[in-house]
Every structure is written in structure tokens, then in C-alpha cells.
């Protein structure tokens, strides 16, 4: 295991690692505070890109983006109090108010070091758990791997939107659509209809961007053409002297960025709780435990603190059920797991043991790429704010180009790119007719690992029984019940 | 709130209506496109045919569906208690004409891509994409013009150059 390790830093700590880290981050930024756009549009865009680089160097550059899309998030949330992603909705409470008193870039500045601290926590978190939880998942058989994937359908379906059965319906949907292409165990094609782009089943190039990115652009060109948007909102003026973010400031917020860190990297480690209920909670705590709570919403560094600490935090500790279990808690952990299998990686148990220098050489990268963030976020915080005045009408066309350009490059395909606008329209009436997009897509991306799964369980016991009587898998199972039966029927969702 | 629970009644109307699609969809996927597009092996264990799995989520499929339209059925029966709550959540969705129209915009405009790109190759069908929907989007004067040429040129020798693959 050292052996792993120091094989692993030192494939890390090189210039051309540290070079993509830089652009990953700065990226990850740009599309976090870019108006319509996110981290999980750069990710699905960029992650055919990374086909040409090392597996190393390729997720290195795709964690960048997302360690750099949820600080970039923040940005538009303090400045024109409308948050970049989900998870900035929380900063908005106090990095807004804060920004209104002529204090814009320290609001940033707070949010930045933040951030970076709740990443730096959970990926402490990560590479002391991701090793242990490995071991332990070396043990899970079919029946408790099937039953754990039932159970993560099962939460991802309940949390993550606003209903369980449409949530459990796309889920399955995307299941279904994974099933298209070679049987892995018979070897002959399913539903391929003759098409030979469809034997290695349906691309996820084309399905991420296309259901993902493009559907949410799309949307949001035809808001824009029915109701053109006026003039750019003005910033607040602000006055240098007094952005100044003082050391005893920082350490003032200590105890918010730790309760923070640890809430956000608890929820992280749970498949669908997702990054927002994180960064809600993670306030919701703070203000609780404040000796000046009066000053929440009004423009409190503490606030701030208390929802990118969170939310920062969810996204190492999400890694781990992704490397030690090959389930994703999130979608970018979902997007990752596409990366790791483009570069012949498979995420589950085996990854520790058999390209564990790869793994300690991203927790590595991981470690570079958080004082990184504070440096380059830092540096860069009035080309950040430049970017936010850049008008949809003209940033949204060309991301369309690029999704084109991202799903036609690994596969030389313009059946891709059909499959992708097909995805696309799929996405836009999902997203309308409020089915999570998020369940559509952890169906498709786990989908296979779960018919491996039932397959062995039923050659093993002939028969699901297995899933009721051993004694891991009948827990999850269990909760899996308990879930529906709690969740399937109250009103009120969790993350409401 | 009026308004609100009209959408909450017409977001039930549309579930129901997805509902019935997606059994439909269930049902031609179970009756017709299982059956003569994966072929049958014989196999000791019925895990292992290759038509099992497609099948079992298949049934989850319709099932779920049955589900949805009869909770919505029942929701739809009893429009009084229909909760604020719910209401708000259905605020800013819904899908009627407008994204009907939005939907076969995208068709065509997916079908003209495609062939444009297929037989013209990616420089002109990207150049009329972006200007397009840059027009669309109210872009107008040298901006469009500029934008719409120099970015998918820029796109093109930055992929040659860099990563030696070459756009259609």
C-alpha cells in the first residue's frame, strides 16, 4: 500500500497535472458563475475532451471543474443575488446582503477560502475512509450489491425530485435504455435494430450531454427568445479599503467551517441528498449555534461560511461510495464514474486493489487542486466578475456548438449527434413535466452494474430470496421499504 | 392561489396523460420490440437470458406507470385538498402548447442540422446554428456576424491543431 501511495503522489505532482488543474479550476469557475450554465454542463462537455489525456491527468482536470464550479456558483449568488447552481441559493441569504453594503469582493473572498476549506476537509475524509469502505465492499456479495443499488435508486428517486414514482420512473426508464447494445453475458445484441453505432450500447457522451447540458441550454434559448431579457444588472460599488477578509475574521468563523464541513461530508457519503440540502443545512446549523444569530441574513461572513464550507464539503466525501462501492451519490460523481470507464478504470471494490496508484495519485491531485482553487480564485476575482456580464443570448449558442463538438469527437459519429439532440428533447420535456434527471441518469450509468448483480444473485441462489435473507442485504432492503412507505406517502419532500 | 392550483390540476392531467404514454411505450417495448429485437438463447438460468433483464424493467415500468395515473386519478378526484404547497411546486412547470411548438422546433431543427452537417460538413450547419439562435435570442448587428463565423473556425483549428481530429 506506501508503495501505492508514493507511486501515486508522484505521478501526480508534475507540471503538466498542475497545468490542468489550473484550467480545470479556472473552467469549473467560468461555468459556475456563467448565467445558465454549471459545473455539470463543463464536466459533460469536457469529459470527451480528457479521451486524449492520461487517466490521471483527465480526472484531475474534471475534479477541477467541479471544486471550481461550486465557489464559481457562489459569484453570481453575492453579486446579482442570483446563485450560478443549486447549492449557491443558501449564499444568496447573506453573501447578497453583504454585497449590498459595498462589501462585494470580501463576501467572495469568504466564500472562496470557504470552499476550499470544506474541500480540503472532505477530501481529508475521503483518502482516510476510501481505503477502509474499499475492504469492506470486498466482502458485499451479489445479493448485498443489488440490494445496496435497489436502496440508492430508491433514495436518488425519493430526494432528488419532487415525487417517488416519477423519480422511480425514469430511474427505471434509464435502465432500461442501458440494456440497448451487446448482452455482456451472451454476446448478442439487444434492441440494436441493425445499427452498428448502437452495439456498444447507447453512448453516454451523447445521453449526459444531451439530457444534461443541452436540454437545460435549450431551455432556457426559448425563455430568452419568448421573453428577451433586458440590460445587465448593475454591481454594487464598493470601496477597495473595505474588502479587506482579516485573519481574526477568518478564525472567528472556525467552529461554522468545521460544523459546516463535517455536515457537508456526512451528507455527501449518502447517495441523492444532494449538495443543496448540504449548504441549507449546514446554515441552518451555524445560525442555530451563533452567538449573534439577529445577524444571519443580513450580510453575516459566518452565513456565508457556513453554506460553501457545506456545500464544498459534499464532493469528496461523495467519492467515497463512488470508489469504494461504484455508486455515485450525485451527478458529478455519476459523470466521474463515465470518466474513470472511458480511461478503462471500473469504479467498485476492485479499484483500490487493482489501480490503487491511480486513485492515490487523484487523491493527490485532489490535495493540489483545493490550494490551487484559493490561489487562482483569488487571483482571478475580477475576471470573474467580468464574466457574469456576458449576455446568454450570445454564451448559449456557442455552448451548443461545443456539446456538438464534445459528443463528435471521441466516437467520429453524426449518429452521436443525433442520438444527443434526441436526448436532448427527451431532457427538455423531463424537465418540464418535473421527472429528475438526475434518477433518468444514475438509472443509465448504474443500470448495468445491477443487471451483473441480479444475474449472479440468481445463478448463485436461484432465486431473489437472497436479497431477504442475508444478513446485509435484508437491512437495505429494510430501509429501502422504509423509504417508500415514509416517503412515497407524505406530502412534504425533504427537500422541500 | 387560483392560478396555483390550476397548475397543480393541470400538472395532474399531464402525469396522467405521461402515464398512459409510458405504459403504452411499456407495453410496445414488452409485446414487440423485446420479442423480435433481442434474440432467445438458451440458457439453464433464466437470469442469464439476454431478454431478462430488458424484460423486469420493463414491468417495473408499466407497473410504476399504473401507479402514477392512478394516484393522479385519485388526486384529480379530490381537487379541494389539493395542498399549497403542491401548488407552488407546480407553478413554473407544466407542458402545453408552447412546448409542444418548442419540441417540434427542435425536431426540424435537430433534422436540418444533421443533414447539413452530413453533407456539408460542420463549418456551414454550425455557422447557421449559432446565428440562428443568436438572432433568436436577440443578438443582432456585427456581434452575430462575427461570433457565428469566427467561433466554430476557431473551434475547428483548435481541434486540428491541438488534438490532430478533424470536424466533418
Not at chain 1, 62 to 78: D, H
Not at chain 1, 295 to 312: Q, T, V
Not at chain 1, 426 to 447: H, P, T, W
Not at chain 2, 14 to 28: A, E, K, S, Y
Request: proline share 5%.
Amino acid at each position: 500500500m506506501f508503495e501505492q501511495i508514493i507511486s501515486g503522489f508522484g505521478m501526480a505532482l508534475t507540471l503538466y497535472n498542475m497545468m490542468f488543474i489550473i484550467l480545470g479550476i479556472s473552467m469549473g469557475i467560468v461555468f459556475g458563475a456563467l448565467p445558465g450554465l454549471s459545473s455539470i454542463t463543463g464536466l459533460t462537455i469536457m469529459i470527451p475532451v480528457t479521451f486524449y489525456l492520461s487517466p490521471v491527468t483527465a480526472i484531475a482536470f474534471l475534479i477541477g471543474i467541479t471544486k471550481g464550479g461550486t465557489s464559481g456558483g457562489a459569484i453570481p449568488a453575492i453579486l446579482i443575488n442570483a446563485p450560478g447552481s443549486s447549492e449557491a441559493v443558501a449564499t444568496t441569504r447573506d453573501g447578497y446582503p453583504l454585497a449590498q453594503k459595498g462589501k462585494p469582493i470580501k463576501a467572495m473572498k469568504m466564500a472562496l477560502y470557504s470552499s476550499v476549506f470544506g474541500d480540503c476537509c472532505s477530501d481529508v475524509v475521503l483518502i482516510l475512509l476510501a481505503a477502509p469502505f474499499a475492504l469492506i465492499a470486498l466482502k458485499f456479495g451479489p445479493a448485498e450489491i443489488t440490494s445496496l443499488i435497489i436502496l440508492a435508486f430508491t433514495m436518488i428517486a425519493a430526494l432528488s425530485g419532487h415525487s417517488l414514482v416519477k423519480g422511480l420512473i425514469v430511474t427505471t426508464l434509464g435502465v432500461f435504455f442501458a440494456t440497448i447494445g451487446i448482452d455482456p453475458e451472451n454476446g448478442v445484441p439487444r434492441m440494436t435494430f441493425g445499427v452498428v453505432d448502437l452495439f456498444d450500447g447507447i453512448s453516454l457522451n451523447a445521453i449526459a450531454i444531451g439530457t444534461l447540458a443541452l436540454s437545460s441550454v435549450i431551455s432556457q434559448l426559448f425563455d430568452i427568445w419568448r421573453q428577451p431579457e433586458g440590460d445587465m444588472v448593475n454591481f454594487p460599488k464598493f470601496k477597495k479599503s473595505e474588502q479587506v477578509l482579516t485573519l481574526k475574521e477568518f478564525r472567528s468563523c472556525l467552529k461554522t467551517l468545521f460544523r459546516s464541513s463535517y455536515i457537508g461530508t456526512f451528507i455527501g457519503m449518502l447517495p441523492g441528498l444532494g449538495v443543496t440540502l448540504a449548504a441549507f443545512l449546514g446554515y441552518a446549523a451555524a445560525k442555530k449555534a451563533s452567538k449573534n444569530p439577529e445577524k444571519f441574513g443580513k450580510g453575516s461572513l459566518e452565513g456565508i461560511a457556513a453554506c460553501e464550507a457545506a456545500n464544498s464539503a459534499v464532493g469528496g466525501a461523495n467519492l467515497i461510495p463512488t470508489i469504494a462501492l461504484g455508486i455515485p451519490g450525485n451527478l458529478a460523481a455519476a459523470l466521474l464514474i463515465g470518466a474513470f470507464m472511458i480511461h478503462g478504470i471500473t469504479p467498485g471494490p476492485f479499484m483500490m486493489e487493482e489501480n490503487g496508484d491511480i486513485i492515490y495519485a487523484l487523491f493527490a491531485s485532489m490535495l493540489m487542486a483545493n490550494l490551487v482553487h484559493a490561489f487562482i480564485g483569488r487571483l482571478g476575482i475580477p475576471i470573474w466578475v467580468k464574466v457574469l456580464r456576458a449576455p446568454k443570448g450570445i454564451i448559449l449558442p456557442l455552448v451548443i456548438v461545443l456539446c456538438v463538438v464534445g459528443v463528435y469527437l471521441p466516437s467520429s459519429s453524426i449518429f452521436e449527434v443525433g442520438l444527443m439532440f434526441l436526448f436532448m428533447a427527451a431532457g427538455y420535456i423531463m424537465r418540464k413535466m418535473s421527472y429528475s434527471l438526475v434518477s433518468f441518469f444514475m438509472g443509465f450509468m448504474i443500470g448495468p452494474m445491477l443487471e451483473h448483480s441480479l444475474r449472479q444473485t440468481l445463478m448463485l441462489y436461484g432465486n431473489l430470496s437472497a436479497l431477504f435473507t442475508r444478513p446485509v442485504a435484508l437491512p437495505f432492503m429494510l430501509i429501502t421499504l422504509f423509504l417508500i412507505l415514509r416517503i412515497g406517502f407524505q406530502k412534504k419532500k425533504l427537500n422541500g | 392561489m387560483d392560478q396555483q392550483k390550476n397548475n397543480a390540476i393541470k400538472m395532474i392531467k399531464l402525469n396522467i396523460i405521461t402515464g398512459g404514454v409510458l405504459v403504452i411505450f411499456g407495453l410496445l417495448a414488452f409485446l414487440w420490440v423485446i420479442p423480435n429485437y433481442i434474440p432467445e438463447v438458451e440458457v439453464e438460468n433464466i437470469g442469464l437470458k439476454p431478454s431478462f433483464f430488458p424484460n423486469v424493467s420493463v414491468i417495473f415500468l408499466i407497473a410504476l406507470s399504473v401507479i402514477l395515473m392512478a394516484t393522479n386519478f385519485l388526486k384529480l378526484k379530490r381537487t379541494d385538498s389539493i395542498s399549497e404547497e403542491e401548488s407552488e411546486e407546480n407553478e413554473i412547470l407544466g407542458f402545453g402548447r408552447i412546448e409542444i411548438i418548442n419540441i417540434l422546433i427542435m425536431i426540424l431543427g435537430t433534422i436540418i442540422f444533421i443533414v447539413l452537417m452530413k453533407f456539408t460538413g460542420f463549418l456551414p450547419a454550425s455557422i447557421l446554428l449559432i446565428s440562428i439562435a443568436m438572432y433568436l435570442a436577440g443578438v443582432r448587428g456585427y456581434k452575430l456576424l462575427l461570433i457565428s463565423i469566427f467561433f466554430p473556425f476557431a473551434i475547428k483549428e483548435i481541434l486540428w491543431r491541438t488534438l490532430e481530429v478533424m470536424l466533418p
